[in-house]
């Protein structure tokens, strides 16, 4: 059964930095690009960032580039996230999730999400 | 970056009713389209890809059509466990992989 575990998430001021971590099971993690996705409180999905299954190409949305980081260890089944520079906006639960037959685009397995609550 | 606009934005419909959910791109995004379904404190569920394949394990009555901007997610007879929030996804011009904003789906 494939399973995907966020944590790290938590309260953090404006300005700080977090690490979200993603642990995944029941597949061969390193065939298979992974994505972080977000969510605002009552708000809709919106795409953070994806990396391919080597890790060699990572991708972000504006809306983080320079300030988010994408990272996996395919010999601890682990996908992350840094995240500095925090900002009010940056509020949201956030998801990993497994790209579809490996691709990067659609995305077939969803982790429950972790909490990110950025505020002074 | 494309902009998906999903109407209406809440749909009432009785239980075994039909359900038509709709999704515009503002370009063509060929067939590259997902569905997805979220329920209240859960994650998204993937429903459709390809514009109207459905996902593993998704059942008959729900299904996808469409392509370059105009898409319909239909749900033939409505069970009590489709009443969530349905999110399109275009992933032609990737990235981003944009969303629309949801429908919600909720009992007559």
């Known amino acids: 059964e494939v399973q995907l575990l966020e944590s790290g998430g938590g309260l953090v001021q404006p300005g700080g930095s977090l690490r979200l971590s993603c642990v995944a099971s029941g597949f061969t993690f390193s065939s298979y690009a992974m994505t972080w996705v977000r969510q605002a409180p009552g708000k809709g999905l919106e795409w953070v960032s994806s990396?391919?299954?080597?890790?060699?190409?990572?991708y972000y949305a504006d809306s983080v580039k320079g300030r988010f980081t994408i990272s996996r260890d395919n010999s601890k089944n682990t996908l992350y996230l840094q995240m500095n520079s925090l900002r009010a906006e940056d509020t949201a639960v956030y998801f990993c999730a497994r790209g579809l037959e490996g691709g990067a685009r659609v995305f077939d397995y969803w982790g429950k999400g972790t909490l990110v609550t950025v505020s002074s | 970056e494309i902009v998906m606009t999903q109407s209406p934005a809440t749909l009432s419909v009785s239980p075994g009713e039909r359900a038509t959910l709709s999704c515009r791109a503002s370009q063509s995004v060929r067939s590259n389209l997902a569905w997805y379904q979220q329920k209240p404190g859960q994650a998204p569920r993937l429903l459709i890809y390809?514009?109207?394949t459905r996902a593993t394990g998704i059942p008959a009555r729900l299904s996808g059509s469409g392509s370059g901007t105009e898409f319909t997610l239909t749900i033939s007879s409505l069970q009590s466990e489709d009443f969530a929030v349905y999110y399109c996804q275009q992933y032609n011009n990737w990235p981003p992989g944009t969303f629309g904003q949801g429908t919600k789906v909720v009992i007559k």
């Open positions: 390809g514009a109207s």
């Open positions: 990396l391919t299954n080597s890790g060699g190409y990572t």
